[in-house]
């Protein structure tokens, strides 16, 4: 009999058993996840609020925080990223490297309850200034880049110094990293790692986040220093930037609508790679789910391993308490 002119591609799809035998991305691991949690300073240790624009997230107090994350824990959690919302903002962002700021104080919390919970701060100036951009800003309405690396600096030095494991700067300055890199050296804090947002898009997809961190900006928009969507080479200088700079692992973000980036990255750099499915991407599968028009689980897992499929080794992801509460990761 002759041999068929085609291509028998179901032969290994006929099995669940061979389907799990020839898979070329492994499957979800606990280990890829990292939670973002919303931190808020306040003296009701018992506030608590969900965030309008991202059913199944909320805004804690210490407090609460300490609670979210010991059910998250005992379901298997083992690394979480701080986003803080301080009582008072001002224009130099005074919160960000107060020694009793929110993220300092949750750190402190989170590592001593937990000291083998992986904890990441995002360091960012946005959610401490008056006007809610990511450095100093002019009365003209620039935002300067190298005088605020040093206050970047020194919150990333703050929260190494309370605990934190590792430091993730999102604030897309130039030259953070290595300036970042100085200053934990030079506070003897040389084995703090820096897992640098190096591929940040000024996306639209970070709405819900503003709403969540309290962050938008009063006036303008990132475009001045976030990545500009059209760009795909501009990644990759970006990119090699950072490893130049020091960096000890690369963060891409926003990441479902950018998986060629990934790609791109993950073929061009050694360091290990995270992708960030941010808010606004949670929200939209939220939403559907929530009206029941998508298989929520089925879509959530969908979109993850495609982050994992294009490169990505860690995960940051709403999701990830839900991944773990319904065991769908292992
Ligand atoms: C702080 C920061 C932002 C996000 C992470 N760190 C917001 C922004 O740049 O406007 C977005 C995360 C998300 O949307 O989930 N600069």
Known sequence: ????????????????????????????????????????????????????????????????????????????????????????????????????????????????RWPELYVITDVCLCEYMSHGHCGILTPAGTVLNDPTLPLLAKTAVSHATAGADMVAPSDMMDGRV????????????????????????????YGPFREAAESAPSCGDRKSYQMDPGNRREALIEALADVAEGADALIVKPAGPYLDILREVRDAVELPLCAYQVSGEYSMIRAAGLNGWINEEAVMLENLVAMKRAGARMLITYFSETLLEKRLVR
């Open 1 to 112: 009999m002759s041999h068929p002119l085609f291509h028998r591609g179901r032969r290994l799809r006929s099995s669940a058993q061979i389907r799990d035998m020839v898979r070329d991305t492994a499957p979800l691991l606990i280990e890829d996840l990292i939670m973002p949690y919303f931190v808020v300073e306040t003296d009701d240790q018992s506030f608590r609020k969900e965030i309008s624009t991202m059913p199944g997230q909320y805004q804690l107090s210490l407090g609460e925080l300490e609670k979210q994350v010991e059910k998250a824990v005992d379901n298997g959690l083992k690394s979480v990223i701080l986003f803080g919302i301080p009582a008072q903002k001002d224009e130099k962002a005074s919160g960000a490297y107060a020694e009793d700021g929110i993220i300092q104080e949750a750190v402190r919390r989170l590592k001593h």
């Open 178 to 205: 290595s300036a970042i890199r100085a200053a934990l050296d030079e506070a003897g804090l040389v084995m703090t790692p820096i897992m640098s947002y190096a591929v940040k898009y000024a996306s639209a997809f």
